[in-house]
């Protein structure tokens, strides 16, 4: 992702984990070998620069609640630690007989879970309304509508791709007629 700058009134943010480049190219590689199959000529598949793993989607933020934003993520993330998280399988969400978004699954991960806690703890503290949904960790890899894939065979695996999480983003959301172009606003490291 391309670095970008907070302008206008406000702005579409959400929080997230970009994979390194190691990570992002065997994604593309096992991706690659699930756009093969009849299924997903009706699948708009991310570019390889947008794929990432949100961690609180925000939604339209102005520039105090940035600016406040910004500097709480700093201080929760000041005592976390980096660490690896492993993908698993396939996921169609919300359903596999209703698909509207593909995307690959996150093996349980106690240190992802600590992570996202202390960004929604980051996150209110700002004035943000709490998470009603419990976090589900994944990587959309692309989107459909209500594809029913009971009866699909994936190929490509998943489970050989470790992600190493050493930072933490504050991402820009822009929307456009060709999709989303997203672009990192912050960046927050980990401790070694």
């Not at 947008?50 to 910004?70: A, M, P, W």
């Amino acid at each position: 992702m391309q670095k970008a700058v907070f302008r206008g009134r406000t702005n579409r943010l959400f929080v997230g984990i970009v994979p390194d480049e190691a990570a992002l190219a065997a994604l593309a590689r096992s991706v690659g070998m699930m756009k093969q199959e009849a299924w997903a000529r009706d699948v708009r598949w991310l570019p390889k620069e947008n794929i990432h793993l949100t961690l609180r989607f925000l939604g339209d933020v102005d520039k105090e609640q940035y600016v406040c934003l910004s500097a709480a993520l700093v201080e929760h993330m000041a005592k976390i630690q980096g660490f690896e998280i492993s993908l698993s399988q396939a996921l169609f969400l919300p359903s596999v007989s209703k698909a509207r978004v593909v995307a690959v699954g996150i093996k349980p991960s106690p240190e992802l879970d600590n992570l996202a806690a202390a960004v929604e703890k980051s996150v209110v503290s700002c004035g943000f309304e709490p998470e009603k949904r419990r976090f589900k960790a994944h990587i959309t890899v692309g989107r459909c509508r209500d594809l029913d894939l009971r009866r699909v065979n994936i190929s490509s695996d998943f489970q050989s791709i470790n992600v190493t999480v050493r930072t933490v983003e504050l991402v820009k959301s822009t929307l456009s007629e060709s999709g989303a172009v997203y672009g990192i606003l912050d960046t927050v490291t980990l401790l070694p």
